[in-house]
């Protein structure tokens, strides 16, 4: 779970920095022409497939762990539960 963490803060960090700096508030389009509006396009795409894909780990480890805390509270249910491992 560390990782997921460090990638929101990785995610704020960036909103941050572009805060701070201007950045969020300038059009993309107006700013950047030609092969500049292409990389800015290509950096957005590769952005949202990156965010795309962490979702669907993040997705998976919380199935992951939801099924976990199902096998523990059936195990505390049956009275098998000596402390959580």
Known sequence: MELGMEAVEDDICILKHETAYGGAGESPVSVC?????????????????DIKKRLRDTERENTLLRKRVKQ???KVQDGGGGGLH
């Not at 022409?33 to 497939?49: I, K, M, Q």
């Open 33 to 49: 022409a030609g092969d500049e509006s292409v990389a800015s396009h290509f950096a957005l795409v590769t952005a949202y497939e």
């Open 72 to 74: 523990l509270e059936d």
